[in-house]
């Protein structure tokens, strides 16, 4: 396991009073994939992680597919051109006629926030071109391999985001336990992760257009908390 996952790991058992190397509570494959979810959750509610991608055209073709791991497209462009975003209400309701354009080049690429793999260059053209996007992207699913005691693939965002990436791992930890005591643990994590992932995104509105379309991944954090920043338990720190 690289160093920076095994530090985030070694921080989330000490957290939760999972010390014991004999026989931890909780799995290094368990804690792994925890931390993958983790990255995962914040690349889905915001462009932490985008790559870039040529879409060959084919003349008379409507729509196109962005790759397996997008999310959602950001930018487009074509011929060095960069064309505007657009949803199918705005266009309709500005060109009833639109499906029936056609023209020599692409002046814009219509989207649909339900289903953002899938674009629509407008207008459709009578010749090949390529399209060239940048879109959000899901990082690559970490998993632990026993055999060698290390991981197939290592974190990807940056790792300012490490302290929400352990809160997360921690909250989704309690969960396994699902008793009261845990699940309010549990949601006092995830309310510090929260404050990771909001100020991620904040930060990702100022790096990105408003045209990146953004979920939010929240939960309720107890305001029952008493005796410390966790409340009270038997948990080391208070969990």
């Not at 999972?18 to 494959?29: G, V």
């Not at 040529?54 to 930018?75: F, K």
């Not at 909250?171 to 510090?192: E, H």
């Amino acid at each position: 396991m690289a160093e920076r996952e095994m530090r985030i790991i070694a921080g989330a058992r000490i957290t939760l009073n999972d010390l014991a190397e004999s026989l931890p509570r909780w799995s290094n494959t368990r804690l792994v994939s925890l931390l993958s979810d983790a990255q995962e959750e914040m690349c889905k509610g915001m462009p932490l992680l985008t790559r870039k991608a040529t879409i060959n055209t084919v003349a008379g073709q409507e729509e196109y597919r962005l790759p397996i791991d997008s999310i959602s497209l950001i930018r487009a462009s074509s011929e060095g051109i960069a064309l505007p975003l657009i949803s199918y209400d705005v266009i309709e309701r500005s060109n009833a006629g639109w499906e029936d354009d056609k023209g020599n080049a692409f002046t814009s690429i219509i989207v649909n926030a339900l289903s953002q793999q899938t674009i629509r260059p407008y207008p459709l053209i009578s010749a090949s071109k390529p399209l060239k996007v940048r879109y959000q992207a899901l990082p690559e699913r970490i998993t632990y391999n026993l055999d060698d005691e290390d991981t197939n693939e290592e974190l990807t965002i940056d790792s300012m985001w490490d302290t929400g990436l352990k809160q997360y791992v921690v909250a989704m930890a309690f969960l396994d336990y699902g008793d009261a005591a845990s699940i309010s643990r549990s949601q006092v994590a995830m309310g510090l992760y929260n404050k990771e992932f909001q100020s991620a995104k904040s930060l990702s509105k100022k790096s990105f257009s408003k045209n990146v379309r953004t979920t939010d991944f929240q939960a309720k954090v107890s305001n029952q908390n008493t005796g410390g920043r966790y409340g009270r338990g038997n948990c080391r720190f208070g969990y």
